[in-house]
């Protein structure tokens, strides 16, 4: 069965600090995998996304990275804001001929000033 | 903003009502797909549809939820005799098939409460 496991699943870190969001699926066969940032009452946005021979994005302050051995993502973020104060979810897609992608429960992020 | 869009935003309802969200999707997108989000949770998948070919609808939470793309453009999602239980946001996404990514571009959502 394919999963998505986050962790951890909420963190609170004071602005400035830099922090880390992991993600462990079992998803195969694996196409990509994205990371979405979903504010309070809104809708997901992508942030990131990654294929197979990719192991690092960057968009801004948010660095994500991929193993695809280990089938382990992480999210970086540096210098934190408070506006990162969100809901971060990783999403993994299969070539298997389904374009239903597997959804982690999200890692809920608070910044404090 | 996205460029999907979603209507209306909330929708408070009493038990046993039905009611009607409708999604427009990204004007070149053939994908669009229906989720189900609970508090603290990741979104649900529910039903997605091709053009407007519903492909998968075998997750569905039952037969008082049912959806409809009828000319490939605009979808709707109806819930029938609501229950407390369906209270959650409804999501909608869209994506272009290509050999790339299928990236799902998100609507904003539709919060539903039912009392």
């Known amino acids: 069965k394919n999963q998505v496991e986050q962790s951890p699943q909420s963190l609170i870190i004071l602005e400035g600090k830099n922090c880390t969001l992991q993600?462990?699926?079992?998803?195969?066969?694996?196409?990509?995998l994205r990371w979405y940032k979903q504010d309070t009452g809104r809708g997901p946005v992508s942030l990131t996304i990654m294929t197979f021979s990719e192991n690092t994005k960057s968009n801004g302050r948010y660095t994500a990275t991929l193993d695809a051995d280990t089938k382990q993502s992480s999210l970086h973020i540096t210098a934190s804001q408070l506006s990162d104060s969100a809901s971060y979810i990783c999403?993994?897609?299969?070539?298997?001929?389904?374009?239903?992608?597997?959804f982690g429960r999200g890692t809920s992020l608070i910044v404090h000033p | 903003d996205t460029g999907v869009s979603q209507d209306p935003r909330h929708k408070i309802t009493k038990r046993g009502q039905n009611v009607t969200f409708r999604c427009d999707p990204i004007s070149e997108h053939n994908r669009l797909y229906w989720y189900r989000q609970t508090l603290g949770q990741g979104p649900e998948f529910l039903t997605y549809f091709q053009n407007e070919a519903q492909l998968e609808k075998s997750r569905l939470l039952s037969d008082r939820f049912s959806a409809e793309r009828p000319k490939g453009s605009f979808s709707t999602l109806e819930i029938q005799r609501t229950e407390q239980g369906d209270s959650a946001m409804y999501l909608c996404?869209?994506?272009?098939?290509?050999?790339?990514?299928?990236?799902?571009?998100f609507g904003p959502g539709t919060r539903l409460t039912v009392l």
């Open positions: 996404a869209s994506s272009v098939d290509s050999k790339s990514y299928n990236e799902q571009f």
């Open positions: 999403v993994v897609s299969s070539t298997g001929g389904s374009y239903i992608p597997t």
């Open positions: 993600c462990n699926y079992t998803v195969s066969p694996f196409s990509n």
